[in-house]
Structure formats: structure tokens, C-alpha cells
């Protein structure tokens, strides 16, 4: 009997302030403006939330936002997310995804924000993934994902690129470096990455705030 857009729960944090987690958020979305539409859900760890994501959520056609990080029983695959075509945040880490990244997975085009970092992901990442050109924060790491690392010069917009932890080689050059003058944080360590250094590394990211190199063969 209770309306959808108050499935949530009230929460006390660290803080000692009250949080919301559930439905925390409902739109009036086009082309019905009159009927609120889930928009966003979040879940804490202090939810334990257990099981797969069922696949009933590709009923959800107005999700913008998906929140669940560090439930650690969370365990799924990535292939229900693919029928919420507004998906613009999704944050899975630390949880107890598995397999392969969906080789259709470009078809998330409207992702800004992707966490999958400290997973069971494993292979190669499929060339769909690096279509997915609105990224701006981008978390990989602590997976045992495979790709060579110039295909992440595609993404133009990012701004945090945690890849480390993986199976990702080739070499940094001075045309990756220059797709990348949004960047801040960039963490490339603990890979297969060789060669030298590129000249422009400190001179095109002008707004690089921290980045990780180590845990490779670079030379030079």
C-alpha cells in the first residue's frame, strides 16, 4: 500500500546524522510529468544487502542513479544494467560481481560515473566499453580485466581513471597524454605498462592533482 517513492529507510551515520537509503530519489519525468518515477537508489553496507540483481529492474526505464557499494554478498553480473537506458551513475565496488564485462555494454551511453572496482571481473574488456565517451570518473581497479591502455585515451572527459590492479599493458604515450587535459586523479599502478615515460606527462595535465605509476616496467 505504500507509495514507491517512499521505499526508503531512515539511517544514523557516523556523523550521528540521519541518512535516507532506498528510493531516494523520485522524478516527475516526460511523458507522463504527473506520476513520480524511481530515479535513484542507494544502499550502504550497513544493509547487507544479498543475492543477484534481479533482472525486474529493467522496469525501472527512469533509473538515473544506482548506489550500492561494499556489500560484500552482493553477488551478480553486470547484465541487468544494461536495460536502464538513462543510467548516468552506477557504483558496485567492493562488492562480489563476477565474469565478464557485456560486450554490449556501450549501449550505456549515458554513463558519467562508473565504479566497478574490487569485483571478481575478469577477461578482456570489450571494445563497446570504450564507446562509452560521456565517462568523466571511471573505477576499474582491483579486478583481473585485460586491455592495452591506449583504448582509455578515448575517454576525452575523464577527470578520475582508477585502473590499477588489472592486466592492462602497452605504453603511455605523448597522444594518450593529450586526450587527457580534464584529468586529476589517475592510478595506472600495479599493471603490465612498459616504456618510457612520455615528455608531456606534467605538462598537459594541467589539473592533476594525484597520480600513481608504480608496480610497472617502465624505463628510461
Not at 51 to 74: H, M, Q, V
Amino acid at each position: 500500500p505504500t507509495d514507491h517513492c517512499d521505499w526508503y529507510g531512515l539511517f544514523v551515520n557516523g556523523d550521528g546524522r540521519v541518512v535516507r537509503y532506498g528510493v531516494t530519489e523520485c522524478q516527475k519525468v516526460a511523458p507522463a510529468f504527473d506520476i513520480d518515477k524511481v530515479t535513484r537508489i542507494e544502499f550502504p553496507p550497513t544493509n547487507n544487502v544479498r543475492g543477484s540483481i534481479p533482472t525486474e529492474i529493467k522496469y525501472l526505464r527512469d533509473l538515473r542513479t544506482w548506489i550500492t557499494p561494499f556489500n560484500a554478498e552482493l553477488s551478480s553480473t553486470l547484465d541487468p544494467f544494461l536495460a536502464l537506458p538513462k543510467l548516468e551513475h552506477l557504483e558496485v565496488q567492493y562488492c562480489n560481481f563476477s565474469g565478464q564485462i557485456p560486450s554490449n555494454i556501450g549501449s550505456m551511453q549515458q554513463l558519467i560515473f562508473l565504479g566497478l572496482g574490487n569485483n571478481n571481473l575478469v577477461g578482456a574488456i570489450p571494445e563497446s566499453f570504450f564507446s562509452l565517451s560521456n565517462l568523466v570518473v571511471l573505477g576499474l581497479d582491483d579486478n583481473l580485466l585485460e586491455s592495452t591502455i591506449d583504448k582509455f585515451a578515448r575517454f576525452t572527459k575523464m577527470q578520475k581513471l582508477y585502473i590499477e590492479d588489472n592486466l592492462i599493458s602497452g605504453e603511455i604515450t605523448a597522444a594518450m597524454v593529450s586526450q587527457w587535459t580534464s584529468m586529476v586523479d589517475l592510478d595506472v599502478s600495479v599493471n603490465r605498462l612498459t616504456g618510457p615515460l612520455p615528455s608531456n606527462l606534467f605538462t598537459t595535465m594541467l589539473a592533476l592533482e594525484v597520480i600513481d605509476l608504480h608496480g610497472n616496467d617502465f624505463i628510461g
